[in-house]
């Protein structure tokens, strides 16, 4: 079965520049989460889409965008990366509709590294 | 705003046995789900089991269910027969409002 895909696995970044993360969702998945978890840590929630708008938007701070696409695709973009934005950052899907009915699939994460 | 507490950090457990992970929550809707995830090593995040607030029925899935205790608002994970392969990290989650919040996690080393 599909999976949510995530990419790229593995991703080292200096201080100051900027990064991409991009989350294809199982198909007919129309909502997506984006997650950041550091290390021992459990994950905490970003920003989420329904239908290629924004629906919540959680500790996600200034420095980072995100939108959904047509196709429902989302990206999380992250610039002036600090030290402390190095963790790993999932994005999840789930279908339509489902407020609280339905599980959360997750990518395998984006493992961001800022030295 | 929603709470999900695990109080255990880390538990052992002897091959073959059962577990149970311990998982609280607070909320003030009337509707919501409790997922449980199981994170290995290797860090992807795995869907285990789903509770309804509604539903009347405990949870089942193969050798995991859930003990869902409404008044006491509790959602324990039971692991049944234990395996080396289930030595992860385990998370309880609640959903509402779109939003899927995690408790701070539960680490359980299967011992041969």
């Known amino acids: 079965a599909a999976g949510v895909i995530q990419s790229p696995r593995h991703l080292i970044k200096e201080k100051r520049e900027t990064a991409t993360l991009k989350c294809y969702p199982i198909?007919?998945?129309?909502?997506v989460y984006w997650y950041q978890q550091g290390p021992g840590q459990d994950p905490q929630f970003l920003i989420s889409f329904y239908e290629k708008m924004q629906s919540d938007k959680g500790s996600i701070p200034d420095r980072f965008s995100a939108q959904q696409f047509s196709d429902y695709h989302s990206e999380l973009n992250m610039s002036s990366l600090e030290l402390g934005d190095s963790a790993l950052y999932f994005c999840?899907?789930?279908?339509?509709?489902?407020?609280?009915?339905?599980?959360?699939?997750f990518g395998n994460g984006t493992r961001l590294t800022v030295t | 705003a929603q709470k999900i507490t695990q109080t255990q950090p880390g538990m052992f457990v002897q091959e073959k046995e059962a577990v149970t992970l311990d998982c609280t929550y607070d909320t003030s809707d009337p509707s919501y789900g409790l997922f449980w995830y199981k994170q290995p090593s290797s860090g992807e995040m795995i869907f285990l089991i789903y509770q309804g607030s509604y539903d009347q029925q405990n949870a089942t899935e193969g050798r995991y269910s859930l003990n869902f205790q409404k008044a006491r608002k509790s959602a324990n994970l039971v692991i049944s027969a234990s395996q080396l392969g289930d030595s992860a990290m385990y998370f309880c989650a609640m959903i509402g409002d779109y939003k899927l919040s995690f408790g701070a996690g539960t680490t359980v080393t299967v011992r041969a």
């Open positions: 198909p007919r998945h129309d909502t």
């Open positions: 999840a899907s789930s279908l339509p509709g489902t407020g609280g009915s339905s599980p959360l699939h």
